[in-house]
């Protein structure tokens, strides 16, 4: 038994290192960064950079690769869909163009903080987009429900 928490706690050790590694990269690239690496399932919360619905994103190891996903506040669960950033793989591709390791980590760190403003952007624009699908008056229809009780005497504005 004392073999498997060992291996627990080394995983949870390179987690903390590798999320400290991603935070100072972010860190210096301009991004605001929170850390809640002493917690038990350790993470960094990055700001948007744009006025969205929600604060920010959760940085976080999951398996062998870092993932985030939307967050509403710095302190609360994530919820909705998690994109991979694989981090490895990014520097991987960058030495396959035949660039020094100090180059392509360097080319790491602004493609992470490109993607993540990036991704803050496009949300924002979608935000944006379905606020003003939603607030036009064309698109308010009014449609009689079906149904065989007395529901179907009701009017829904959509």
Request: glycine content about 4%; proline content about 3%; aromatic content about 10%.
């Amino acid at each position: 038994m004392k073999q498997f928490l060992e291996f627990i706690d080394r995983r949870q050790r390179e987690a903390v290192r590798h999320l400290k590694l991603v935070e100072k990269m972010l860190k210096n690239k301009g991004m605001d960064v929170k850390s809640f690496l002493e917690k038990e399932e350790p993470y960094i919360f990055v700001k948007a950079t744009e006025n969205l619905s929600f604060e920010g994103v959760r940085i976080y190891e999951i398996g062998n690769a870092l993932a985030y996903r939307v967050q509403k506040e710095p302190d609360t669960h994530p919820y909705g869909t998690a994109y991979s950033l694989n981090l490895e793989s990014m520097f991987n591709d960058f030495m396959s163009d035949n660039i020094n390791e100090d180059q392509a980590a360097k080319k790491v760190i602004e493609s992470t903080a490109k993607e993540l403003k990036k991704f803050f952007k496009k949300t924002a624009e979608a935000e944006e987009e379905l606020g003003n699908s939603l607030q036009t008056p064309e698109n308010n229809y009014i449609l009689k429900t079906g149904g065989s009780d007395y529901s179907s005497l009701v009017v829904n504005k959509m």
